[in-house]
């Protein structure tokens, strides 16, 4: 049987719907009552063994496939596809007892125990060994079964072991430099090593950033995260290639990535696996968290170039693993599920199938509660399966967008160092202001990777780039040189990829096509702030305030849109734009100053509607309705998410010059002209005969 390549999951070809399953928990008289109640749920996917290693090998070498082969065989002939795992997460306890070296060992030289999960150095050569065993045991083993449509490598790689500080790290750690540098000669340059009689004499005095006296080496500790990052996903490349010699292309390999996780660089784990799969947990007290899901999902859709992406795991209601751990309301499950396949998601799973008796997660919800199918849990889980099943046409749909945002996580690494002019500056939060206002007016916005093709964007925003490569700052000025407008925020472009100042004014790159250069950083203190005045249009007006950061800049070819006033910077500029100077040419803005959200909101929407990059819809959607579309060969999803707590009506003209597409409501498929309403909580799609809004 060949899958069918329009859909993520070739051999599943459906939107997908289910969680994961954990047979090995229950007596096997329970599994046929589960696989009953999962074709009552509409459930189609169910990924089965991510924790099941020490039940596959109870003991080093012996396997025991028995109870796996009949948890497949019923899937399969239940009509459930599975995802299956390597199970290789959670190594069992007869590794780190006979092997204690295979443990991670924290940055302090404290070895952490099993009992837990994830207690593995990711440089352990006989973790390694056995996890690579197990996953050529289990793929060459199912490779072949028709219940398996795809593979789960590990789960939530670096979630709680993102590095390890041992021996055997260290040397792996050196055998890293010894690659990326060459010659010690070459590292010393690098890691500035001629400061604090740092220099290194013999590759054996590199050790990994332990913990020191003071701040450890920048560069050491930069390097020690690609290094960290890299080593992880060696092992699930490792185990990739194991599958792969077994496996049949279209079934393809994932492992669940955790959004804007801090520790792994998905740039380079995205372009690894065949489909990116992420898990979601919003924070039910943060009362935007929809606005979270939002960019996580739009990063996903983007590691994976546009393709659509599996949502692995979400909670259908609480957690268990914050200090208080409510559950969802029935709307926030469907709206909040709605939303990531609204962004990209060709498929809504779930941790877990069937809520656990035992162990640390008994209190975290699933599918199946406690209380089993007479509940609001079930009710609403099976409604939304019945919902993605009538939403299958939308299966591989894909969202163009005229907004990127730049975002390097080598440059996260640098900017959340310790020694730097300010450790109040977060990479995320930063990102987050500048995403929310351009969400909120409904454009659909993609994250990038600075050395790829900006120009592909009208609006492209470098939020924060503290540390860009040689290639990242040409692909910027190569993007405004191309008619995009381009925006850069403040202490970008500080320094090279081995966190060295670039000198001569900041940011030297860049000073060209800003038409500026920067004197001095200068952080302000928790609280402190600067007036600020607007000197023409710019959807600015009044007394201003910064915070949290302001810049010495110079004008030297830029007009002064914001300046500083009073203070040691008065009359400064603090937000500048210029116009390159030829016909098809961009924009270059420079925003040094921390603006309040509001402000920053009207700039960017101000810039945005200069740009040329078109919004979803002509006039802004009401406050806390979000906006999506998703486009086949033939048809246009519109999606209407309203997270507040009135009903709202929603104008859904189309931007510019656009023929109006004639939308019709699903499911009644009655015809919706002009505006539409949205109830509170509620979530209205439509759809249309493909008629693009752009040329685009
Ligand atoms: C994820 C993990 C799952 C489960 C879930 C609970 O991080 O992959 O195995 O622990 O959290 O929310």
Redesign the pocket.
């Known amino acids: 049987m060949n899958g069918d390549e329009r859909y993520a999951i070739p051999r599943l070809p459906a939107l997908g719907f289910g969680g994961?399953w954990n047979p090995e928990q229950w007596e096997p008289s329970v599994w046929a009552e589960d696989l009953r109640l999962m074709v009552e749920a509409h459930v189609n996917l169910v990924t089965v063994g991510?924790?099941s290693w020490a039940f596959l090998e109870p003991a080093p070498g012996r396997y025991e496939f028995g109870w796996l082969d009949t948890v497949l065989d019923a899937c399969l002939a239940a009509g459930v596809r599975v995802d299956l795992a390597t199970a290789t997460?959670s190594p069992p306890p007869w590794l780190g007892h006979l092997w204690p070296e295979s443990l991670p060992v924290t940055d302090q030289g404290v070895r952490l125990a099993y009992g837990a999960?994830q207690q593995y150095c990711p440089s352990s050569p006989i973790y390694r060994d056995k996890a690579l065993a197990l996953a050529d045991r289990i793929s060459h083993r199912y490779a072949d079964h028709d219940a398996v449509v795809m593979w789960h490598v590990g789960?939530?790689y670096g979630?709680h072991t993102p590095a390890c500080w041992c021996d055997t790290s260290a040397e792996a750690f050196r055998d890293w430099l010894v690659k990326r540098y060459g010659s010690l000669d070459v590292l010393n340059d690098s890691w500035a090593t001629a400061f604090w009689s740092q220099r290194f004499s013999d590759w054996a005095e590199v050790i990994p950033p332990r913990r020191t006296p003071y701040f450890p080496n920048p560069t050491q500790q930069l390097d020690f995260k690609r290094f960290s990052s890299d080593a992880m996903l060696d092992l699930f490349r490792a185990e990739r290639d194991v599958i792969r010699g077994h496996s049949a292309p279209d079934k393809p390999i994932t492992t669940?990535f955790?959004r804007f996780f801090p520790h792994a660089d998905y740039w380079a784990w995205a372009a690894a696996e065949d489909l990116v799969s992420d898990?979601w947990?919003p924070d039910l007290a943060d009362s935007s968290s929809h606005v979270e899901g939002a960019a996580g999902a739009d990063l996903m859709r983007s590691l994976g170039d546009g393709r659509p992406w599996l949502l692995?795991?979400q909670?259908v209601s609480a957690?268990?693993?914050r200090s208080v751990n409510p559950p969802k309301s029935g709307g926030e499950y469907r709206r909040w599920s709605l939303q990531q396949v609204a962004r990209g998601a060709d498929a809504v799973l779930h941790?877990?199938w069937r809520a656990a008796v035992g162990g640390?997660?008994k209190w975290?919800s699933a599918m199946l509660p406690h209380a089993g199918p007479r509940t609001r849990t079930w009710r609403s889980v099976v409604a939304l399966g019945a919902e993605l099943e009538s939403l299958d046409s939308l299966a591989g749909a894909r969202t163009h967008a005229d907004v990127g945002i730049v975002l390097d996580w080598n440059s996260w690494w640098a900017l959340e160092l310790d020694s730097r002019p300010s450790t109040g500056l977060s990479l995320v939060s930063i990102i987050r202001q500048w995403y929310e206002p351009l969400w909120a007016r409904g454009y659909a916005i993609d994250f990038v990777h600075p050395e790829s093709d900006l120009s592909r964007y009208p609006l492209v925003l470098v939020p924060q780039l503290y540390l860009s490569t040689d290639a990242a700052a040409q692909s910027v000025i190569d993007a405004a040189a191309a008619g995009s407008t381009v925006v850069v925020g403040y202490f970008s472009g500080a320094v090279d990829e081995s966190d060295h100042v670039r000198l001569g004014g900041y940011p030297a790159p860049w000073q060209d096509l800003l038409g500026l250069w920067v004197e001095e950083y200068r952080p302000l203190l928790p609280g402190q702030s600067v007036d600020l005045i607007a000197h023409e249009g710019t959807g600015l007006s009044g007394a201003l305030k910064g915070r949290e950061w302001t810049e010495h800049v110079h004008a030297t070819d830029a007009d002064v849109v914001l300046s500083y006033v009073g203070g040691d910077l008065d009359g400064a500029p603090a937000v500048t734009r210029r116009r390159l100077p030829g016909i098809g040419e961009g924009t270059a803005w420079y925003i040094s100053v921390g603006l309040e959200a509001p402000d920053l909101g009207a700039l960017l929407l101000d810039i945005g509607a200069a740009s040329g990059a078109l919004p979803i819809l002509h006039t802004p959607p009401p406050t806390d309705v979000e906006v999506a579309v998703r486009e086949t060969e033939t048809e246009r999803y519109l999606f209407l998410l309203n997270h507040g707590t009135t009903g709202q009506e929603v104008d859904i003209s189309p931007p510019g010059p656009a023929r109006r597409p004639s939308w019709r409501l699903l499911p009644s498929r009655e015809q919706a002209d002009g505006a539409v309403v949205v109830p509170a909580g509620d979530v209205v799609i439509l759809v249309s005969n493909q008629e693009r809004t752009s040329d685009s």
């Open positions: 994961d991510v924790f997460a999960r789960n939530e979630a669940n955790m898990d947990y692995m795991e909670a957690i268990n693993w941790f877990q640390a997660e975290h």
